[in-house]
């Protein structure tokens, strides 16, 4: 029974994450459809590029769990942070993520998502 590698790691890590962000990023469109700001096209636009993003990449982590053969599931989530388990080749494990790790990782991959979008354009 051999630990996850980086590779199955990350995506475990992805499965988890993900969905994080893209509920954050829906709530915000949500709130950017109901304003009267100037921009809201604009914002709206790139919001939904955004989105389209994050379900592609969270389509593609399902699949290479499945087909690695990788189960993940939440054990416990609370103010202090979030916990899962897996199943990856036979190992059982556990990855737990502190609040203040999440938020800083989900800043960093909203910001990468954005620059991806707006590559050429600021």
């Not at 990023?25 to 950017?32: F, P, R, S």
């Not at 599931?73 to 190992?91: P, Q």
């Amino acid at each position: 029974m051999a630990q996850p590698n980086s590779d199955e790691l990350q995506l475990i890590k992805d499965f988890i994450l993900l969905p994080i962000l893209q509920t954050i990023v829906n709530k915000n469109l949500d709130e950017m459809i109901r304003t009267q700001d100037t921009l809201k096209k604009l914002y709206v636009q790139t919001t939904q590029i955004v989105m389209e993003c994050i379900n592609k990449d969270l389509i593609f982590t399902n699949k290479e769990l499945r087909k690695k053969n990788i189960k993940v599931w939440e054990v416990r989530k609370d103010v202090t942070g979030i916990e899962h388990a897996y199943t990856c080749d036979g190992h059982q494990g556990k990855i737990s993520l502190m609040r203040q790790v999440v938020k800083v990782e989900l800043n960093v991959r909203l910001n990468k998502y954005i620059s991806d979008v707006t590559k050429g354009y600021l």
